[in-house]
């Protein structure tokens, strides 16, 4: 009887799952395939062709997408130190508020990411809600922190908080109370439980929102562009101006390979070090 539902739950499942491969795998490989194909061609029936790769370090976009790598890196960083005490307080300190602190955090993203990013703008600008308050209240005024990097690390870390909180409170709820009370009672400090006991139990959430946060942020463009005014060329501002204004879809093309094989490496790399079963919580 068991054999059968499998088997039933395989067979209703197979239309869907063939639809979502192909729906995933056609992209790729039309994107693969005009990545070898001569400049500014928008066919397929052409010699392949490799000059687009070549061009990526020739024209310098590989300082775009260490830019991006960087600033990506940095959010994901600063996203774990500011996410851990309250995603602690979710899990083991908040009760029913967690609920409630849920609903807030998901409310955010109803509203555009592009809105919210215009929101700060008006925020941060010269002469805007807080320098405009300011100067009038004052008469000192100060520059705008828009249009630099440190602001465009910020929009990171403000637009992706959620994608770095909730599998960072699912990875600490793992942590048995227990084993932490256990440590305390044979003498360890709160530092020593939080490194030795705490931050290895909780590794899959960390290692999940970690890459959720850095693979998305990554492959940003709204931030650079609203917030840094272009002071840094992210490379998906690169693949859009290669596609749009530039109508080299073979470079756009290799530019997104090369960033979709550093992305999907280290994707691989961490999800194969997550035991996936645990946090979704099923018996294996």
């Known amino acids: 009887m068991k054999s059968l539902d499998s088997r039933l739950g395989f067979l209703s499942a197979l239309p869907l799952s063939v639809v979502l491969v192909a729906s995933f795998l056609a992209p790729l490989v039309v994107v693969a395939l005009f990545s070898i194909m001569p400049p500014k061609v928008f066919s397929l029936a ?12 020739a024209q310098g976009y590989y300082k775009s997408l260490l830019w991006s790598l960087g600033m990506a890196f940095a959010s994901t ?20 508020f967690t609920l409630v602190l849920t609903i807030a955090v998901v409310m955010s ?3 555009s990411e592009n809105i919210r990013l215009f929101g700060w703008v008006l925020t941060l600008m010269k002469g805007g809600l807080i320098e405009g308050h300011v100067r009038a209240w004052t008469g000192i005024g100060f520059d705008s922190p828009l249009y630099g ?13 959620p994608f770095m909180l909730f599998p960072l409170a699912q990875g600490i709820s793992m942590v048995p109370d227990d084993t932490r009370q256990a440590a305390y009672d044979l003498g360890a400090t709160r ?15 960390i290692v999940v929102g970690s890459l959720l946060s850095f693979v998305l942020a990554a492959g940003a463009l709204a931030e650079s562009k609203i917030l840094g005014g272009q002071a840094v060329i992210a490379i998906a501002d690169d693949i859009e101006t290669a596609f749009t204004f530039g109508q080299n879809w073979p470079l756009g093309s290799s530019l997104s390979m090369i960033l979709i094989v550093i992305i999907g490496g280290l994707a691989l790399f961490g999800v194969s070090r997550v035991d996936l079963d645990a946090i979704m919580g099923r018996k294996r």
């Open 149 to 161: 990097v440190p602001i465009i690390v910020f929009g990171l870390v403000y637009v992706y908080l």
């Open 46 to 57: 052409n010699t392949p062709d490799f000059s687009a790769y070549s061009v990526f370090f």
């Open 77 to 96: 960083l600063i996203l774990l130190v500011l996410c851990w005490p309250l995603a602690y307080g979710m899990a083991k300190v908040f009760g029913r």
């Open 109 to 111: 993203l109803f509203v």
């Open 191 to 205: 530092w020593q439980v939080l490194w030795q006991i705490e931050v290895p139990l909780a590794a899959p959430g």
